[in-house]
């Protein structure tokens, strides 16, 4: 399965060519949406994580049992 997934020779340079010219070069940029953009998604993204953290610690606190260990 992972042989598959390998790019060959050939698609390596035509993606390294392709991302040397100038008329193709805009599809390799990763955001496009400005700065301020690029901030909401930064903000979203790290927002999510906070939740997700609280959300798993407040379910481990509630649902998993207390186990102590002498």
Request: glycine fraction near 6%; charged fraction near 20%; aromatic fraction near 12%.
């Amino acid at each position: 399965m992972l042989q598959h997934l390998k790019p060959t020779e050939a698609a390596i340079e035509k993606l390294a060519l392709a991302e040397t010219d100038l008329s193709q070069q805009a599809r390799f940029r990763p955001l496009r949406w400005g700065f301020l953009g690029n901030l909401f998604l930064i903000v979203l993204a790290a927002g999510t994580g906070f939740v997700h953290a609280l959300l798993a610690a407040l379910w481990r606190r509630a649902f998993v049992p207390y186990r102590h260990d002498p």
